[in-house]
């Protein structure tokens, strides 16, 4: 049993867990994630390692509520605790290590970003990040990231930062700065719309796919996505692919197999249990 | 109780059978099967159909998950029993992988001794009430048993010793509390990776020799294959529970959630554990590698079982979510297959459909696992081969072309080779598509570990005692010999338990802690 050690509401729909994990916390590396299995019968889900405290033996994970499992997990209070995490999956992210990175995150995707972004200050890359939300209340870790460089934070609707969205940020930075990688997280859109930012000017950019999966160990091949027409494992061969490659249209599609499925439960949870 | 003239329900005896002469029992047995004076004479027991397995009813059972063969009851099993042979030079034992002493516990069935007859066989199989189900007994012990070649009596049917290793494993579950004596700690540390077959029998021999023996899992529930692959139907995952804790029971450490690869490595562990097991499989997926393969509906065998059985989506209150396809169609000959199949038509699929490319003759899967699937309603598309899945604009599968295939000339595996009929493609309308033409290796543990010698398809080179280029490391099931059987898996977990444990002896201990 995993105790739950510290929670944080981050956004109206994200929230931050503090999960003892101690070797996971030990050996994990940026880029990296784990499947959590909240309790006997429930989902396994993959989340981003967004942080780790290796002395606490602690990793952390910030969870969007979208469906009947995320919704579950965040309703779990400090002192409860999540029966499964396995763990860390997926290869560790290929860190630029010298140069100008910029650290373009969308809602959730942020939390993705930060482990990045820490990594390649860490190893003396200079960081610029661009991160997006909806309105204000729903751009996350904005201090945490400008612990490691500059911060561009953009809303949909202009009630904080610029308004627009991140690829437009992001076309700015790359028009007056010299730029040696993206790494790009966020909703499969905006993901693809920084890859057709950066394909004419031929920056290199990494995205990391959040696709479907069970085992997180290449054994269900769910996670499968079309790499320059090849199949690749999400969970294996990634999670972080060149955005270049990626086919995003297959990989928005088969994010949508179990939605009819996804909307019923969570319809019988809210109706349920209404929190 | 013994079984006399008088108490055997079984049908009388055919002409056929009296005109076929039987040759004379012979004179002498082995010394520890029990003489009973009232035993029944070979002549008397040649007469003696095959007793058939109770089953639930076929349209019935399409639709639910529980389990198909009911199991024998204690007359029948009896009387089964009775039907052996007690040959003096029994052939049976040899064709079983893990060496059960089958004419010792089938002849405590016989005298209806259960409790021996249940120590014996737990004694040569740490996992009979999975073997009992899952095992090809008919190419293995049954295969073996003369009444099927030399001794044929009434029906030239072997003795049902798969049948009667399930009898006899249930009832032990159900009647004794069968573990064996505590060895003396030995002092020494061995880790398994991977709790499947080959792991879970190679655990329980080994703590038997009084080792501290820890089983890393990746997945959050031990037994492999037998919990994610195997379905309900088949093998009822309490039977795996119930195994796993008898395991547990006796000192077996298990930790899940622990990839090895990933959490730990294997050279890591090496430093660790004395000696060390590798049995994870050959768990990746196989694809078709044609195009429409990442549609909607498209799955792997290993995923679409994953989700049924392990995640338990065909239960009412499964969280994890699987696709209830009305036309499902399965590319693929094997048990796996006709496991896929049979379970899409209990999810509801109106038509459920095996799409092979060779002839009947040729399907892979057990005649067992081919006669259910057709009892349920299961059609089979013979000599036909998938070469393209067809999708709508919202990326959902709607069918899968195929074309007609005719039988040539031997291949290199001496089966017929399956060649195209020219002109004969043709649409399959479905809105499942199951792939289950095999599995291979998994790098993830080798990739982390350079020392580790493998073959060009990324198994595990090992020497005849199962060990590894690393010294120490020692290897079995799937992941050294590739796709194969659950029986088999767990022959070479009890006999490389044995090299482990030689190893034990002749090196010094080398772990801490």
């Known amino acids: ?275 | 109780m013994t079984i006399d003239d008088t108490q055997r329900t079984a049908p009388p005896a055919t002409p056929a059978a009296t005109e076929r002469p039987s040759r004379p029992s012979r004179p002498a047995r082995p010394a520890r099967r029990e003489r009973d004076p009232n035993r029944v004479s070979n002549k008397v027991r040649l007469t003696i159909a095959r007793q058939v397995m109770p089953e639930r009813d076929a349209d019935d059972r399409s639709h639910t998950f529980e389990e198909v063969n009911l199991g024998l009851t204690s007359d029948i099993a009896q009387v089964e029993a009775s039907r052996c042979l007690e040959c003096a030079k029994p052939h049976c034992s040899k064709g079983c992988p893990v060496g059960v002493d089958i004419p010792a516990f089938v002849n405590k069935v016989t005298l209806g001794d259960l409790e021996g007859a249940a120590r014996i066989l737990f004694d040569g199989n740490a996992l009979p009430g999975v073997t009992g189900r899952v095992c090809p007994q008919e190419t293995q012990c049954e295969g073996e048993c003369p009444r099927g070649t030399t001794m044929k009596g009434v029906d030239g049917k072997p003795v049902g010793i798969g049948y009667l290793e399930r009898y006899v494993a249930d009832w032990a579950s159900e009647h004794l509390d069968l573990l064996p004596q505590p060895a003396p700690a030995s002092g020494r540390k061995v880790a398994i990776i991977g709790s499947g077959p080959a792991g879970l029998t190679a655990a329980g021999e080994l703590v038997k020799y009084g080792h501290d023996v820890t089983v890393y899992e990746a997945f959050h529930e031990p037994g492999g294959v037998l919990l994610y692959g195997i379905p309900e139907f088949r093998l009822p995952k309490e039977i795996v529970r119930k195994e796993v804790d008898r395991l547990v029971r006796q000192g077996v450490k298990i930790e899940n959630n622990a990839i090895i690869g990933r959490t730990y490595t294997l050279p890591e562990l090496r430093e660790q554990y004395d000696a060390v097991f590798v049995a994870v499989g050959a768990g990746l997926p196989v694809f078709m590698d044609v195009p429409g393969e990442n549609l909607k509906g498209v799955y792997s065998a290993n995923e679409y079982l994953t989700r049924v059985n392990l995640m338990g989506a065909w239960r009412e209150d499964g969280e994890t979510p699987v696709l209830h396809g009305h036309r499902v169609a399965v590319v693929g000959g094997g048990n796996v297959a006709m496991d896929s199949v049979r379970t899409a038509r209990r999810l509801g699929a109106e038509e459920a459909v095996i799409v092979y490319r060779r002839s009947k003759l040729e399907l892979p899967a057990r005649a067992e696992e081919v006669h259910h699937a057709e009892q349920e309603g299961v059609r089979f598309e013979l000599l036909t081969a998938p070469l393209e899945v067809i999708g709508n604009e919202q990326g959902w599968v709607t069918g899968l072309e195929c074309r007609r295939m005719e039988l040539g000339e031997p291949d290199a595996s001496g089966r017929r080779r399956p060649v195209p009929v020219p002109g004969s493609e043709f649409v399959f309308e479905c809105d499942t598509v199951i792939v289950a033409i095999g599995t291979k290796a998994n790098p993830l543990l080798t990739s982390t570990a350079p020392d580790l010698d493998l073959n060009k398809w990324g198994y595990i080179i090992t020497d005849e005692n199962g060990e590894s280029s690393m010294p120490g490391v020692f290897a079995g099931g799937d992941i050294v010999r590739g796709a194969a059987t659950v029986i088999l898996a767990m022959g070479d977990g009890k006999r490389i338990s044995q090299s482990i444990n030689a190893y034990l002896e002749r090196t010094p201990a080398v772990a801490v802690g």
């Open chain 1, 1 to 275: 049993m995993n105790v739950i050690r510290d929670k944080t509401k981050l956004s109206p729909n994200v929230t931050r867990l503090v999960v003892d994990a101690p070797r996971i916390a030990q050996v994990r590396r940026p880029g990296q994630f784990v499947i959590v299995r909240r309790a006997d019968g429930a989902e396994r889900i993959p989340l981003t390692i967004t942080d780790v405290d290796g002395e606490a033996g602690t990793i952390t994970l910030v969870i969007q509520s979208v469906g009947k499992s995320t919704y579950d997990l965040v309703e779990l209070e400090v002192g409860e605790g999540i029966q499964d995490i396995a763990g860390p999956l997926g290869k560790p992210t290929d860190l630029l290590e010298a140069g100008h990175a910029v650290c373009v995150g969308g809602g959730v995707g942020t939390a993705v970003i930060w482990p990045i972004a820490q990594a390649l200050a860490k190893a003396g890359v200079r960081v610029t990040s661009v991160i997006g939300g909806r309105s204000r209340e729903w751009v996350i870790l904005e201090n945490e990231l400008q612990t490691t460089g500059n911060v561009v934070v953009c809303t949909d609707d202009g009630s904080y930062g610029r308004k627009g969205f991140v690829t437009q940020a992001l076309a700015d930075v790359l028009g007056n700065e010299q730029v040696d990688e993206v790494y790009a997280v966020g909703p499969v859109p905006m993901m693809r719309a920084c890859a057709e930012v950066t394909r004419p000017l031929g920056v290199k950019t990494t995205v990391s796919l959040n696709s479907i999966m069970l085992d997180g160990t290449g054994m269900c091949g769910g996670c499968r996505v079309s790499i320059d027409g090849a199949s690749q494992y999400a969970c294996v061969d990634g999670p972080e692919f060149d955005g270049h490659a990626v086919d995003f249209a297959s990989l928005s599609d088969r994010l949508t197999t179990y939605r009819e499925f996804e909307q019923e439960a969570l319809a019988r949870r809210l109706a349920c249990a209404p929190s």
